[in-house]
DNA sequence: GTCTATACTTCGATAGAC
DNA sequence: GTCTATCGAAGTATAGAC
């Protein structure tokens, strides 16, 4: 099979910026708003440039999802393996720009067959690795996992966490603020209350310099 | 405060047809294929006659979830009243198609100011219908509200229902079962198994007649 | 390896005929 | 109450010059 059409090189930095201000749209005015003249013309270059680098859009998007995807699951490795697994990645689950950028390609997965398959795939590892990482720890700190398998407990952290950023974007507010807190009583039933992370910075005090 | 275009009448046909077509697209193809001309040639009317009962096409995507809105309301006004709310309330929200709408209408409300507070105001007269309905119905049946309150019950169901639609129209399979299961179990302790609605049909066994 | 020029399609919305 | 005609803008994508 030969390169059915010629395409810029993976290191353009060119492409970097593409993928940048792809993202930025879709965080700004939806998956909907992307289009090879709106990035092209944010990106200070012609429209052609985009299907250059990326053929379709549906490649574009999905080279967005991977970037962001690997990131992600970096940074869950590094959670996971924290002192209050837990916490943080409730932390990082109820990131606003993060949801809002899995929302945005959710929304888009449900109509386009290839990104639903690549953002399925990587919602899949995530999810299994937070499986791998929590199941002894869950056991270890007292959550009695027949009644609350830790399968059932991570969808539901996740399904939470989505749900009261997108609600609180929407405007909402009715039950918002009791479901933050018993999640809240849960993490310190269970790790304990909120710990700075160790090689955080501290608080700065000023100091005659 | 004059009309400030012509506009068609609300009982008209057409204008039924439109909405039902609207809302079909938006479910098969996501509201960014909602476009005047394709909604007036799958209704078989021209492109003019959207704008012409619905103005812009912002006034279409409300109408439409006005309507479902309103049919929305009723429906769990019933369900409420049921000797098995939660039960009932939980088969609602797991409806398919009625969270892939809702899905749409919330990807579309992040990014269209006059959609997110008309989709928010729904919302919240949704949720509080639930709470005031169910605050009594909780105590009775025994749940410790003081550890588990209500608004948070609510927001927890819900967030569950719509993660686990939307995960399984994506493919995914890790962690939805034993998810479902622990609703199953809850629901069956403090409601009992399912129960078959007053009213309803009973499964027809074959007799001679 | 990079970008310009260009073909062709579809869009929202309106004015005005019927 | 409905439809025709139409504008200007924006959409995807490719061929081929540099």
Redesign the interface.
């Known amino acids: 099979m030969a390169t059915p059409r010629r395409m810029g090189s993976e290191t353009s930095e060119t492409r970097f910026v593409l993928l940048d201000v792809t993202e930025r749209v879709m965080l ?6 992307v289009s090879s003249r709106r990035i092209a013309k944010e990106a200070g270059v012609t429209p052609a440039l985009v299907h250059y680098y990326f053929g379709t859009l549906d490649d574009l998007f999905i080279e967005v999802l991977r970037r962001r995807g690997e990131q992600q699951l970096e940074r869950q490795e590094r959670q996971l393996s924290s002192p209050q697994p837990l916490r943080a990645l409730w932390k990082t689950s109820t990131d606003e720009s993060g949801t ?1 950028l899995l ?2 390609f ?6 386009r067959k290839v990104i ?2 690549e ?2 795939a990587y ?2 590892q995530f ?2 690795a937070q ?1 791998d990482s929590l199941r002894d720890h869950l056991e270890e700190v007292g959550i009695d996992t027949k009644a ?2 830790p ?2 407990l ?3 952290l ?3 966490a ?3 950023i ?2 609180e ?11 933050r ?2 999640v809240e009583r849960f993490l310190t039933q269970y790790e304990g209350p909120p710990e700075p992370r160790v090689g955080a910075k501290r608080a700065r005090k000023p100091s005659p310099s």
């Not at 700004?28 to 708003?33: F, L, M, S, V």
């Not at 959710?106 to 109509?111: R, V």
């Not at 507010?173 to 009791?178: A, M, N, P, S």
């Open positions: 700004e005015d939806g998956y909907a708003a809002a929302m945005e959710m929304a888009l997965a449900t109509h639903r398959a953002l399925a919602a899949e999810r299994k499986l609350f398998p399968e059932a991570v969808v539901t996740a399904a939470l989505s749900t009261i997108m609600e974007a929407l405007g909402m507010e009715t039950g918002l603020r009791e479901t807190d018993l």
